[in-house]
């Protein structure tokens, strides 16, 4: 299995402008996390889906932020429009299971956003 | 709110000794994790261990874990220079599973 795969690995976007995030889990994990990574804040939980539906947005910043996913195999993390502190590394990662005492988190390698 | 804090934050020491980080938390939990993070890579998971569980190992890991005092351990024994990382701790929320992520700790072992 190759992993959890994110794209853009980098991405470099002025202010105001419209920003897509996309990640694949790992084929048969019913469980997708969107975080955001910063040196001020840490690593932040954003949302988290179970079989496709959003469970737990209480971390996305605001309305800024907005995530889908429209199938079990592909998620999109949106910012429009994106600001200079939304600046970070987002993260999305798998599990099979919700329940911390079954299943670990697999990781993508992350997003760095970068916005001017 | 988070749950996991990692002390210290930065911790140097040369290969062949044996490092340890310490995690503590504020409510109660089912589990505690410890994942690693290279430099610019995404978390990766060490161990687990259960709230019924005082220790566990895996190869050069040890971890502790003390509910009493609401903290666990990470123990590397015999480090290498590609145990350079950080280190983060994580938490349940006691409600739906959800891990919450301390700070981490930075680990630099020099050659």
């Known amino acids: 299995d190759a992993g959890v795969i994110q794209s853009p690995r980098h991405e470099v976007t002025e202010m105001g402008q419209e920003v897509t995030l996309r990640c694949k889990p790992i084929s048969g994990h019913d469980y997708l996390f969107w975080y955001r990574q910063t040196m001020m804040r840490g690593l932040e939980l954003l949302i988290y889906f179970n079989n496709n539906v959003p469970i737990d947005d209480s971390g996305m910043p605001e309305d800024r932020f907005s995530a889908k996913m429209p199938n079990a195999s592909f998620s999109t993390l949106k910012i429009q429009p994106s600001e200079p502190r939304d600046s970070a590394v987002y993260f999305c990662a798998s599990s099979l299971s919700l329940s911390a005492s079954r299943d670990e988190q697999f990781f993508g390698p992350g997003t760095r956003l970068t916005v001017l | 709110s988070q749950q996991g804090e990692e002390d210290p934050q930065a911790l140097s020491i040369q290969e062949g000794e044996n490092a340890t980080m310490n995690c503590s938390y504020k409510?109660?939990?089912?589990?505690l994790q410890w994942y690693r993070q290279n430099s610019g890579r995404g978390l990766v998971h060490l161990i687990l261990i259960r709230s019924n569980e005082r220790e566990k190992h895996s190869g050069r890991l040890r971890v502790t874990l003390d509910t009493s005092k609401k903290s666990s351990s990470l123990l590397i024994t015999a480090s290498r220079a590609a145990d350079t990382a950080s280190y983060f701790c994580a938490t349940d929320d006691n409600q739906g599973g959800k891990l919450i992520f301390g700070q981490g700790t930075e680990l630099s072992v020099k050659p």
């Open positions: 409510t109660s939990i089912n589990n």
